[in-house]
């Protein structure tokens, strides 16, 4: 399945794109800021993309210029999230290559995905949330229309052997819809 948006197409991850994913993942400014290590070497790629972008609502930000992934895009669905047991309520996640930050990218592909979650997959609510000092996520949540639920000081972040003040917002249907 392919959605689209004026600039970008968002499309399933295939090892083809291991190198692209590698160049972007592989930047200490990306990956630990949103919880993940950076990435060694393409073969740990290669190996998040079978592994970790492999969910039903997992997608490559590509911009429709190159056809190539910039970033990631999903919909993570009850089973897969921490921030729900809810069938109808999912948790958005993403993250975006340094180069291609300030140009409204994942606004963009997440006002798309927003929209099928509650269009496409009958959500009535999405959860998202990002770690202190993530300004830039935090931003994104604000554009979206997301709301403040709730902080914790203390929310484990394992791949990095940490623990950090998390912040977690919500967005209803109902608000999606009064926007």
Known sequence: MELETKRLTLRRWTLADASDLFTYASDPDVGPIAGWPVHKDIE???RVIETVFCGRECYAVC???????????????NGFTDMTDRDDECELGYWLGKPFWGNGYIPEAAERLIRRGFEELGMRAIWCGYYDGNTKSRRVQEKLGFTPHHT??????????????????LLTRAQWLAR
Do not use: A, F, W, Y
């Open 44 to 46: 740990e790629s290669r």
């Open 63 to 77: 911009l429709k210029s190159s056809g190539r992934p910039v970033g990631c895009i999903e919909l993570r669905l």
């Open 152 to 169: 914790r000081p203390d929310v484990p972040v394992p791949l990095l052997h940490e623990v950090r003040v998390g912040h977690t917002n």
